[in-house]
């Protein structure tokens, strides 16, 4: 005796291999809208950048940098200061090792302390840093610079004393690098990594390179 299956069982049999795909290919689909709406909703939390007073009539410009990578969002804010003597436009300055002394803590920048705000834990310079904002500064050398790592970035770039140090939770060497052609204005960049981005700053005709990594 034959045995007959209904049409229709055939069709549902026939359909529940292309129903399985279809369903994950839209599992997919949506798990790709929730991370690009993760990272859109992220970016639009961009912090602001800390400014004690007015930035009306600043000789060093207030300038930030962004970039993200996996779950982190960075952002660095930072004064600008020419190399060109803003009250004698005609006059180039020596940063390095004159202006910028050589063997003693630089804030990085002008006015406020250099800030770094992370919306997710993240290393800086092997570093490990939990999310939040921090200041940055430098001990600037010969050889190879230290980074300092602040817990407190809502302040004033200088002096950098004891009461400030005391909040320093890390610090890592850096290696200065050249520029080809000299920089005027002091500038943060990032650049992409593998596992991150690096924060590039120059200025005058010295660069340093600052790696910002996934925990």
């Known amino acids: 005796m034959k045995l007959f299956m ?5 069709f549902a049999l026939l359909l529940v291999p292309a ?10 689909s949506d798990m790709e809208m929730a991370e690009e709406s993760m990272a859109m909703d992220s970016m639009a939390q961009e912090p602001d950048c800390f400014v004690r007073g007015d930035l009306e009539g600043r000789l060093s410009s207030l300038e930030s940098a962004t970039t993200s990578f996996g ?6 804010c930072y004064g600008a200061p020419l190399r060109r003597d803003p009250n004698n ?7 390095m090792g004159a202006l910028v002394p050589y063997d003693a803590p630089w804030r990085m920048g002008a006015n406020e302390a250099t800030a770094i705000y992370l919306s997710a834990a993240a290393s800086v310079g ?4 939990d999310a939040g904002a921090y200041s940055i500064y430098a001990t600037p050398a010969m050889g190879d610079w230290t980074v300092h790592i602040n817990s407190v970035n809502e302040r004033w770039g200088i002096p950098i004393g004891p009461d400030v140090t005391a909040n320093d939770v890390g610090s890592f060497p850096v290696t200065p690098g050249m ?22 700053m120059e200025w005058e005709q010295t660069s340093i390179s600052i790696p910002f990594r996934s925990s």
């Open 6 to 10: 209904p049409l229709t069982a055939v």
């Open 19 to 28: 129903c399985a795909q279809e369903a994950a290919e839209q599992a997919s």
């Open 71 to 76: 779950d982190v969002m960075v952002k660095v």
């Open 89 to 95: 436009p005609e006059v180039t300055r020596e940063i």
């Open 126 to 129: 092997g570093v490990a840093l």
């Open 179 to 200: 520029v080809g052609e000299a920089v005027d204005q002091l500038r943060y960049t990032f650049v992409d990594a593998d596992g991150g981005a690096d924060l590039v």
